[in-house]
Structure formats: C-alpha cells, structure tokens
C-alpha cells in the first residue's frame, strides 16, 4: 500500500528532476558554445583587421 506508492513517487520526483537538470544543462552548454563562436569571431576580425 503505502510504501508502493511511495516508491511510485520518488521514482517520479527523480525522473522530473532528471529531466529539469538535462533542460538546463543544455541550455548551459548552448550559451558556453555561442559565447566561444563569438570569441571566435572577434579573434578572427582582430587578425584581419591587423593584416590590412
């Protein structure tokens, strides 16, 4: 009784907190990667501009 659903429910709390975490974690990762294409591209602008 009690102790089934009581595993049904910590099972779910974790699957949701699982699913929380992969959201922000991605969310992290694709701000670090347009921040490092970003850099990129001023590093790239910098050598041209030093060439000419």
């Not at 294409?37 to 602008?45: E, T």
């Amino acid at each position: 009784g009690f102790f089934v659903w009581l595993s049904y429910g910590v099972s779910l709390l974790v699957v949701v907190a699982f699913v929380i975490y992969i959201k922000l974690d991605k969310r992290k990762l694709i701000t670090e990667i347009r921040a490092q294409a970003a850099r990129k591209a001023r590093i790239q602008q910098a050598k041209e501009q030093s060439k000419a």
